[in-house]
């Protein structure tokens, strides 16, 4: 499929990030009122802001708005665009999740069945069945805007525990993530003075580094036996919010002229960029599944 720029009325990943980048910082500056109208400081209205799931549902319209751009009939993507509920509730093999974004396919119908799976999901009624459930192409959409060093062990096992569940059962099934992190985080010391600040981090080579290297090895899938556990394609959105337009970093060369990344590190962004995730997922859907399924 071919790109088209010029679709109006379409999010692009700059207006969302954009846009996150003015939500945090109006709400670190002017705070806010908890459920029971008691006034709150800005570190608590950002933290508020983020739990609410508005700013990463930014990212979400930005990630159907791409897909549209490829030539995707907006009726096949659940949610739609600018909707965040009524997600897919899809089953793998243990256990069954919504899924952030689904584009379903125009030549197969649900087809409800029983599962007779060992564990939880045995006896249980898949309303989409298998020939559906391989055929829809399901991207998840994640961040971490504050405490990115902490929990990293146990988002990563999610995040790989998420395409195994689906490719035991449906081994084809095309998926994709997305995760977004920032260079630096809001500080928030600062922000409880409604002030906009960022934390300064010795370490943000070795930390950017990390997180390359951790989602290369979930990242393009093929149809090798033993790699259920990665997606087809991932994208790590790195994303510097300290600018007045805040900066996404899509190649090496970006991040090494930036002191972000060594040369000789050893790992590449090139590969978890945003630009060719969506054009990526769709290439892998057309070989496995052929083309026009979303027209």
Known sequence: MQRQNNV??????QDAVNEIKRLIEDA?????TDKNGNIIDGCAAKNNLIRSQVPICLIHDAVKSEFVRYGVNPAYIYPP???HQGELKIFGAVKAKNQDICICPNDVVPTPEILNFDGILRGKRDPYGF?????VLSVNVRSQLSSVANNFDTLYERTFAEPLNLHLRCPNMVLGEL?????YEYDDTPAQQN???FIANRQVKKHIAK???SFSAVNNRQLIPGTEYKYERVCLLVVDFRPRTPRIYNTD???IADGLLDANSGVSINNLNYPTFVQTLLNVYAQRFGTGKFI
Request: proline share 6%; charged share 10%; no cysteine.
């Open 81 to 83: 665009i600018l909707q």
């Open 195 to 197: 002030r906009v600040a």
């Open 211 to 213: 997180y390359i290297s």
């Open 28 to 32: 670190i500056i002017n705070g806010g």
């Open 179 to 183: 995760y977004m992190i920032p260079v």
């Open 131 to 135: 020939s559906y459930t391989e055929r």
């Open 253 to 255: 060369a970006e991040l």
């Open 8 to 13: 109006p009325n379409l999010t692009t990943i």
